[in-house]
């Protein structure tokens, strides 16, 4: 019992550190440049189909991994300026709009270049297999290594936006966007670097996920949703903020889904107790995000209202 | 009354609507008459919209969820009547009905009762925060609704004959379609109505200037709340159509897409425009079937026409066709 509830800890940690790659670059796009990204899940799902084609062709997972950093950023590199740019100044509508259009191309896109049956993607040799902790509870090295990876673009991030001259520049942008242009930074060239910044974190986190689950069409659509909901509980544009929104939320849906069936058969019979518990489970973030949003309508570290 | 070219537009989307399927009735065509039928549900569910994103400019990515409750409703006590299980059984009994007249009410009522709580929750915040949550209560709805097994959970919940309305035999293309589209066409009365009443013009000046509106002691939030439950509540029925017409359910019409899609159809036609919704629809349903002739992918070439749209016509199909010479 007590192994099998720090194995499902891990795996809401991994769940969440997933997420955290997703909700890192939503809230740089939302905090510096103002923009509601629905494509986000796109580039995801992008990520994902490249790392399995190019593994496929290669052989390798490592150039598959690469080539879908590559095309992710680049991806989201060629949409900003062709369409996110001419979006800024919009209203939320336009751009919910605009980015729901971009969703419809990509998947077909996708569904175009890559087939409709769904693409499978193995973790390399040196990756596979499981760990034995001390006590005897066996967990697959490859979500920890998922774990490890986020941990370490957090870390990255961190040093980026609070230690870096690009990290002033985008906490600059952020604040006041008009001043720093007159100060002589080309803020469009900016822009455009975040935006493909958080394009290749999605990238990544799609080749990552394609590991776990297979490669299809409309895989980014949930954890763009998801991804929404974490950035909305920590508070649009905080990097601290999406972290641990990301941890809350990767905790709360997993060992929702793993104590509460357990709990309502305590009270009722088994069959009952797991449809009711798995459909409480899996509205419980939103639940989440609800209570929030209603007592901290800007989010848990969020600055602005 | 003085014509206007919006007058004119918006008779020759209406006379369309209605040409369509009286000639597919004469050259015996049942699938264009469900098409039409399509699009009169749509613009249904996008003139419920069109009240709350347009005229309310409360943007709401949550659509699907009265949609899809106002189509649960009709399925579940239509097949709770089939199958002459009641739907409650204790002190008194309740059972399932088939009579459209009582089914459209329920509906109505019950999205209504969600839209209430999911609104008054929603508005407290604004913005983004407002998209989020309503977006984060539809997909609420969603997940139990795939979840829940009782009324079929993923796989939706089929009932094998329509519904029934006194007189008229539903299961005449036809007569389904005069039935939607005379729904339709009170929904925009009502519209029309609501948007030239009292209550519209604060509603207009509480979207265009909240602070002002409370100035002079009017409280945007009741406003905004009572325009969203009116609006969830002809999306509702809508769903209850649309249930109607495929005699099916399933946890689809909750789903984000499909807010998605109702937003498309207002937005296409002319945001705030009576008609936009009825003319996006229509657009979007014959995309729909003349792009799917040509190629599977034709959500592709949709999502390039959506992106034009949005980028470089703001004000929808309706906006182009009335814009006079000069106007930006």
């Known amino acids: 019992m007590t192994l099998l509830l720090i194995e499902q800890i891990l795996n809401g940690l991994q769940y969440g550190m997933m997420l955290f790659l997703m909700a890192a670059g939503l809230t740089l796009v939302f905090g510096v440049m103002g923009l509601i990204n629905l494509a986000h899940g796109s580039l995801y799902m992008l990520g994902a189909f490249v790392c399995a084609a190019v593994a496929g062709f290669t052989g390798s997972f490592w150039l598959g991994l690469v080539a879908s950093l590559i095309a992710s950023a680049a991806a989201g590199a060629v949409i900003e300026v062709a369409v996110i740019r001419r979006l800024y100044a919009r209203d ?73 001259r690009l990290g002033v520049r985008i906490r600059a942008g952020e604040a006041d966007r008009g001043m720093i242009a007159a100060l002589g930074v080309d803020i469009s060239r900016l822009y455009t670097i975040v935006f493909a910044l958080g394009a290749a974190l999605a990238g990544i986190a799609g080749a990552l996920v394609g590991t776990l689950q ?79 949003l209603v007592v901290r309508p800007q989010g848990l570290f969020g600055a602005r209202t | 009354m ?33 098409l039409a039928t399509k699009v009169a549900i749509f613009a249904l569910a996008g003139v419920g919209l069109n ?19 106002g189509g649960y409703v009709t399925g579940i006590l239509a097949s709770h009547a089939a199958n002459y299980e009641p739907l409650f059984d204790g002190a008194f009994t309740v059972n399932g009905t088939q009579q459209m007249l009582l089914i459209w009410p329920i509906a109505i009522v019950v999205a209504g009762l969600f839209a209430v709580v999911i609104g008054a ?22 997940y139990f609704a795939v979840s829940w097994p009782s009324y079929g959970g993923e796989d939706g919940l089929s009932f094998y004959t329509r519904n029934q309305f006194p007189e008229l035999n539903m299961f005449d293309p036809l007569n389904y379609f005069w039935v939607c589209f005379t729904l339709l066409i009170l929904a925009v ?25 409370a100035s002079i002691g009017i409280r945007p939030f009741w406003l905004s709340l009572t325009i969203f439950v009116i609006s969830a509540m002809m999306t509702a029925l809508a769903g209850s159509l649309y249930a109607d017409l495929n005699r099916f359910v399933s946890p689809a019409m909750l789903n984000w897409h499909m807010s ?52 470089f016509a703001p004000g929808g199909v309706i906006g182009i066709l009335t814009r006079r010479r000069g106007d930006v």
């Open chain 1, 92 to 164: 939320h509508l336009d751009q919910v709009l605009a980015t729901f259009a971009l969703i419809l191309v990509f998947s077909e896109g996708c569904r175009w270049v890559f087939g409709s049956s769904p693409l499978f993607l193995t973790v390399p040799a040196v990756l596979s297999g499981a760990v034995t902790f001390p006590g005897g509870l066996q967990y697959p090295l490859f979500r920890l290594v998922i774990i490890f990876v986020g941990l370490a673009v957090a870390g990255g991030l961190f040093w980026l936006i609070g230690g870096t």
């Open chain 1, 214 to 292: 297979s490669v299809q069409v409309g895989m980014g659509e949930p954890v763009l949703i998801l991804a929404f909901v974490v950035i909305v509980i920590g508070g649009i544009g905080s990097i601290k903020g999406a972290l641990i929104g990301a941890l809350l939320v990767g905790m709360t849906d997993t060992m929702g889904r793993f104590l509460l069936p357990m709990g309502f058969a305590q009270i009722m019979d088994p069959a009952a107790a797991r449809g009711v518990g798995s459909a409480l489970a899996s509205i419980l973030i939103y639940l989440l995000m609800a209570v929030v």
């Open chain 2, 2 to 34: 003085n014509i206007t070219r919006e007058t004119v537009v918006n008779s020759a989307v209406l006379a369309l609507l209605v040409l369509v399927p009286v000639v597919a009735q004469l050259r015996g065509d049942p699938f264009t008459i469900t």
């Open chain 2, 51 to 69: 009240l709350a994103l347009g005229f309310g400019g409360l943007i709401s990515f949550g659509h699907a969820a009265f949609f899809g409750i």
């Open chain 2, 121 to 142: 929750l929603s508005l407290r915040t604004s913005g983004v925060f407002f998209i989020m949550l309503t977006l984060a209560f539809s997909q609420m709805i969603y």
């Open chain 2, 189 to 213: 009365g009502l519209s029309a109505m609501i948007t030239r009443s009292r209550f519209g013009l604060a509603l207009g000046g509480a979207r265009q200037n909240p602070q002002r509106m």
């Open chain 2, 260 to 311: 998605g899609e109702i937003m498309v159809f207002v937005i296409l036609g002319g945001n705030r425009r009576l008609l936009g919704p009825v003319a996006g629809a229509g657009l979007y349903i014959l995309a729909e079937h003349l792009l799917g002739q040509f190629s599977d992918y034709w959500q592709f070439f949709l999502g390039l026409v959506l992106l034009a749209v949005v980028l």
